[in-house]
């Protein structure tokens, strides 16, 4: 424990600061750009091992959110206008970095009467006609039951479809005050009946029981989610939640074993793993 009664964070959750030719060059296509990254605006530990690998998880229609997650890192209030040349630069940059696999994402924009679709299947198709080798996961946001929306990001041609559950259900209140969980699960269902390759991330060490990780599995496999990434927790800043606990990286392979045994087809759990670490290993489960 710190001098605030808080756990000590463990040094199996030390990260390299990032360096190198490559995460030079994604850093000054970013910049040029004027692109926004899930990997900065989300405090993502794995950055400089992404970034020094060539590839960056792409942050669309602005880094304004309209939720206040009481974990996330990415600012929250009013958007502005969105750009509408946003889906050209980002699917330029990709180009440019010659990646093999591409992630993007976006803040929620709730006060959009699509949610933001029409922009993300811009997005999506242009980075498609620019670089047609290139696979594709998006990771989208809660489209709140609007589900003629949820059709048209999912649409254009992406391979995986991530939206990401969180947390377990007894704690969606205090964490995502502004969703819900059986909507964040129908979301998953119907992107899998549409016949999508479906992908979602919870964080640990907020709270949980072993119990009610086992039942957001079960919850899960029951509504067709074929991939999980499970990490852990780390508080942003002060305004943000606690850590209740830091996870052993022995809990994170009993984790894995318990999600597979369970019926989800791959399970990446890990300390350090967030949404989109190994996303390339996910386009063929």
């Given amino acids: 424990m710190n ?143 609007s589900w003629d929306a949820l059709i048209t990001m999912i649409s254009p041609g992406q391979e995986v479809v991530s939206h990401n559950m969180e947390t377990v259900k007894e704690l969606y209140r205090r964490v995502r005050p502004q969703a819900k969980y059986d909507r964040s699960l129908e979301q998953i269902r119907r992107t899998k009946e549409y016949g999508k390759r479906t992908k979602t991330g919870i964080m640990l060490g907020l709270g949980e029981t072993r119990e009610q990780v086992y039942q957001a599995m079960d919850d899960l496999a029951t509504n067709g989610c074929d991939i999980l990434t499970l990490g852990q927790y780390l508080q942003p800043t002060k305004m943000h939640l606690e850590v209740a606990e830091f996870i052993h990286p022995d809990l994170f392979d009993h984790y894995r074993e318990e999600g597979l045994k369970r019926g989800i087809k791959y399970v990446e759990s890990g300390p350090l793993v967030r949404s989109s670490y190994h996303a390339e290993r996910h386009v063929n489960v």
């Fill in 3 to 145: 001098a605030l009664g808080q756990p000590r964070k463990p040094n199996w959750l030390r990260v390299k600061l990032p360096v190198g030719k490559e995460y030079a060059k994604v850093r000054s296509i970013v910049d040029e750009y004027k692109l926004h990254t899930i990997c900065e605006s989300g405090n993502c530990p794995n950055m400089g091992e992404c970034w020094g690998a060539g590839t960056a998880t792409f942050m669309i229609l602005g880094n304004v959110c309209t939720r206040s997650c009481s974990f996330c890192a990415v600012a929250t209030g009013r958007p502005n206008e969105y750009d509408e040349d946003e889906p050209r630069r980002v699917a330029e940059a990709i180009k440019l970095m010659g990646v093999k696999h591409a992630v993007i994402t976006s803040v929620n924009r709730d006060e959009l009467k699509d949610r933001g679709a029409a922009v993300w299947h811009d997005t999506v198709k242009q980075v498609k006609l620019m670089s047609p080798a290139t696979t594709i996961e998006t990771l989208i946001p809660d489209v709140k039951a």
